[in-house]
């Protein structure tokens, strides 16, 4: 990298990035050092990250093709930013029948998707006994026993491979989940402990508590699971406690070598939410975060931002970047609803346009794909089915349950 641009930081950013660039793991001081970044520090930090992207990986950006599955938008917690949720007396609330789950899956399959990401709330039943109820109608007691159906049925009539988003989880339910599924994931947010507090975002979300989330996403790296998780920015958080979020994601990374990609999503204000009138994160702001997520993680990680919530998101590929996650020709982003997907041909112009090649892949990353220790051997053959020489997307549509070589 040329030392012009590195000339623009401080010594102690300047002593970070030059590690970071040497391939050295930065210590928590040389990562928390990042997020002094001002003026015009803030594109070296995105000069060097993408240095760094390109030194560890192929000039391929990638997203997965997906149905998004809300099965249900009851949930046990309240945050503040939310829209997704809705309360049982709400109109808008729905659980949906497993005959809507498998419409949504078939016409997604239908469309060259290849992924089922379901959404749901956080454990609603211990909020809502209508859901309980709703629940005993499909033959189940929790939300999580019917979420695993739904996966197993998904990937049996459709070949769609699940990935489960369903908040926070005990051991014996990840494990359940694990075997009907590719890939699971959940969001850190953020460790900070304030945001739960007195008039914070999340002081009415047990579930985001951040050892609870940490706890969780250990529980999945223990039990092998190819993990998705990542950071919110802009709910509240300072600039260091995004990096101390990242560090707790690089430590539990370190342990268990589960998370395959950290995803950097920035908040958008929602009308009608208690937090509609807080300020957004800019496009700055989200290209240091993610520039930031690039040094500390280091030039392997995929590092993910979605290109929904910024209303320009192309200089995103400036910062490190090296996939866009989800997009979906069907379904609506139901977190974001107000913000469509981009087509993915102006996708694939873009990102033509800045040097790479935009690659579908599948929701487990390459890397997970070939190591039996990570994925149940009930679904490896229909993962690996859907893999191409290079762990990435090949161009066949799923199929429904066949005899399928291991
Ligand atoms: S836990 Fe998720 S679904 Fe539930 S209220 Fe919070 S953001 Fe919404």
Redesign the pocket.
């Known amino acids: 990298m040329d030392q012009g641009a590195l000339s623009a930081l401080r010594p102690p950013l300047r002593a970070s990035v030059e590690a970071a660039l040497e391939g050295r793991r930065l210590s928590a001081d040389q990562a928390l050092a990042l997020a002094e970044a001002r003026g015009a520090e803030h594109p070296a930090l995105w000069a060097a990250a993408a240095v760094l992207r390109d030194r560890g990986r192929p000039p391929v950006v990638t997203y997965s093709r997906k149905v998004f599955i809300p099965l249900t ?1 009851l ?5 503040s ?2 829209t ?2 809705h309360t049982d007396d709400d109109p808008r609330a729905h659980t949906m029948s497993p005959d809507e789950v498998l419409a949504v899956a078939e016409a997604g399959r239908q469309l060259g998707c290849k992924e089922a990401l379901f959404t ?3 454990r609603p039943e211990a909020r809502f006994p209508s859901h309980k109820a709703a629940l005993r109608r499909f033959g189940h007691e929790t939300t999580q026993s019917y979420l695993t159906a739904m996966c197993a049925m998904v990937l049996e009539k459709t070949g769609l491979l699940p990935h489960p988003n369903a ?1 926070i989880l005990g051991r014996r339910e990840l494990s359940e989940l694990r075997e009907v599924s590719a890939s699971q994931g959940m969001m850190l947010e953020s460790v900070s402990e304030r945001l739960c507090g007195p008039g914070g975002p999340h002081e009415h ?1 047990p ?2 508590r951040p050892a609870t989330r940490l706890a969780m996403i250990r529980r999945a790296g223990e039990l092998r699971i190819p993990f998705t998780s990542g950071i919110l920015i802009g709910i509240g958080e300072t600039e260091r406690e995004r990096v101390e979020a990242l560090l707790a994601l690089r430590d539990l990374h370190d342990a268990h070598g589960h998370i395959q990609e950290v995803i950097v999503q920035n908040f958008r204000a929602k009308p009608n939410t208690p937090m509609a009138a807080a300020g957004e994160p800019g496009l700055v702001e989200l290209m240091t975060t993610c520039a930031i997520a690039r040094l500390v993680m280091g030039p392997a990680m995929s590092i993910q931002a979605p290109p929904n919530l910024s209303a320009d998101y192309g200089p995103l590929l400036l910062s490190g970047i090296n996939d866009w996650g989800g997009v979906s020709p069907l379904t609506p982003d139901f ?1 974001n609803p107000e913000a469509p997907w981009p087509d993915i041909e102006g996708l694939r112009a873009l990102c033509a346009d800045a040097g790479y090649e935009l690659r579908e892949r599948l929701t487990i990353y390459p890397e997970y794909l070939t190591d039996d220790d990570f994925l149940d051997p009930g679904v490896r053959p229909r993962v690996r089915a859907l893999a191409d020489e290079q762990g990435l997307a090949r161009d066949v549509s799923p199929e429904p349950l066949v005899e399928v070589a291991a």
């Open positions: 938008n949930c046990r917690d309240v945050c930013y939310c997704f949720a749901l709330g956080d908040g979300a579930d985001k977190v």
